[in-house]
């Protein structure tokens, strides 16, 4: 069956700092990759996405997100977090029956 | 509006209780997701909806779980007969294809009805 682990539950950071958060997926198959954001109070929002082509993808508000096949991996990362950075962040995969499988989720506490 | 609606927002419902949660998905978009979202946990799939036909409720819990999208826009879930244990935030999302493009389909999130059961 198809699962993602995401290894941090809660990162506290200081603004300015660099983050990474850890994804993990389990299918053999194509997939395609997400990272959702949701800000306090806010409906689930697409970050960024891998489909496919450039392992490397950019979203939005400066994150960016690393495909590594050979680990299973689709690390988030942003090179300096801002307090408005503060949210719940998922990572979830997608094959191809449509339906996203979504992580545990990490929690980023950004203080100012 | 723009984006997906999700009515209502908060419900509080008795054990025993039946209830029905609606989502208005983005006009136009022929598929259509429910998720479950328990507390500190991420989404899980419910069903899936492309139009009006019913492709997928492997992830639906039990047989007190129930979801129509009979004109193949508004998607209703019925929950019957309440627990505790269906307290969660319950999320519904379109996207714009139907299955066999949904490799490439973004899915738009509404904002979520929170269930809370007493």
């Known amino acids: 069956a198809q699962s993602v682990s995401q290894h941090n539950h809660h990162v506290i950071l200081s603004e300015a700092a660099s983050l990474e958060l850890g994804c993990n997926y389990s299918y053999g198959g194509t997939v395609n990759l997400f990272w959702y954001v949701q800000y306090p109070g806010q409906h689930l929002q697409l970050l960024l996405k891998?489909?496919?082509?450039?392992?490397l993808v950019k979203g939005i508000k400066g994150f960016e997100a690393e495909f590594i096949k050979s680990k299973f991996s689709f690390n988030l990362r942003k090179p300096s977090v801002q307090w408005s950075d503060t949210a719940e962040y998922f990572c979830?995969?997608?094959?191809?029956?449509?339906?996203?499988?979504f992580g545990q989720g990490t929690t980023l506490q950004v203080k100012p | 509006g723009a984006g997906v609606s999700q009515s209502p927002r908060y419900k509080v419902a008795k054990r025993g209780q039946d209830v029905a949660l609606r989502c208005d998905p983005i006009s136009g978009h022929v598929s259509l997701f429910w998720y479950q979202q328990a507390l500190g946990q991420g989404p899980e799939f419910l069903t899936y909806?492309?139009?009006?036909?019913?492709l997928d409720k492997s992830g639906l819990p039990s047989d007190r779980f129930f979801a129509e999208r009979p004109e193949g826009s508004v998607s209703t879930l019925k929950i019957q007969r309440t627990q505790q244990e269906d307290s969660a935030v319950y999320l519904c999302?379109?996207?714009?294809w139907g299955s066999g493009r949904t490799n490439y389909n973004e899915q738009f999130f509404g904002p979520g009805t929170r269930l809370t059961v007493l």
């Open positions: 909806f492309q139009n009006e036909a019913q």
């Open positions: 891998y489909f496919s082509g450039d392992p």
């Open positions: 979830a995969v997608n094959a191809w029956t449509g339906k996203l499988i």
């Open positions: 999302a379109s996207s714009l």
